[in-house]
């Protein structure tokens, strides 16, 4: 028998991780809100590695108090993540994987992307994700999981803001082609905000090709989701913090927000 896996979070996205560890052999165990932590660190500590699969307002709160016996394995695969994040927890080397197919309640997988995966344990989450027909690849440089991460951050930013001001049931389509103004000005204030997080320019040109890219592999894919108003209120939040206009989001936000 392959070593265990621990999963911290059994959301939607969880427990598609779980279930492609147990198809590739390896012993899944669960960590939710009603189990410690350190209770099941004390029980299980040589998991082969722990994958973080909790919301993006939990991410912080876990990495604080994340057992010691497991800093070094784990997995990570928030939405709008950066390295910034694992590196204020002094994580040095976490797995990351920008997902890049949907998963919601009652609805099967599916894929916009191939998503990339970067790390010690890169070949066991794809592995896993293979068994359950989602494609991945291996990235393997910082450099390229910074692009990746970035790009997704570009995506999910521009596309939930964005549709902020778009009629309810709008479509990254709808976004590129009937308002292609407003998905530029938006695009390229998140990647103000994403390079002050960074610490550096990035590439633009590839990035927004890149985001296009996500458009043009699911079309359909609705712009606005729930989660769209604390996106716009985070974004805000960093240009704040960086000193940035960002003319457009506060824009946005003032006509958008209660």
């Not at 590695?49 to 990495?63: K, W």
Request: aromatic share 6%; net charge negative; glycine share 6%.
């Amino acid at each position: 028998m392959k070593q265990s896996l621990t999963v911290i979070g059994l959301g939607e996205l969880g427990s598609v991780f779980a279930r492609g560890f147990l198809r590739t052999g390896h012993p899944v165990y669960p960590v939710t809100r009603e189990i410690s932590m350190d209770e099941a660190a004390e029980q299980y500590p040589q998991m082969k590695a722990v994958l973080v699969a909790t919301g993006e307002a939990d991410l912080h709160p876990v990495l604080e108090q994340v057992p010691q016996v497991w800093r070094d394995r784990l997995i990570l695969l928030q939405n709008e993540l950066l390295p910034r994040d694992w590196q204020a927890h002094g994580l040095d080397n976490p797995t990351v994987i920008s997902v890049w197919f949907e998963k919601k309640k009652g609805m099967d997988s599916k894929v916009v992307l191939p998503s990339p995966v970067f790390g010690p344990h890169a070949d066991t989450v794809c592995a896993a994700l293979k068994s359950l027909d989602l494609p991945c690849y291996r990235v393997e440089t910082p450099e390229e999981l910074e692009y990746e991460l970035v790009r997704k951050n570009l995506y999910i930013l521009t596309t939930n803001i964005a549709g902020l001001a778009l009629p309810d049931g709008a479509t990254v389509d709808d976004l590129r082609h009937d308002h292609g103004a407003l998905m530029d000005a938006v695009a390229q204030e998140v990647l103000d905000i994403q390079e002050a997080l960074v610490g550096h320019p990035v590439d633009r040109a590839r990035l927004m090709a890149g985001m296009l890219e996500a458009f043009d592999g699911d079309p359909a894919h609705k712009c606005k989701g729930r989660s769209a108003p604390a996106r716009l209120r985070r974004a805000l939040a960093h240009a704040d913090q960086f000193g940035l206009a960002v003319p457009t989001l506060r824009q946005l936000a003032e006509e958008h927000l209660n």
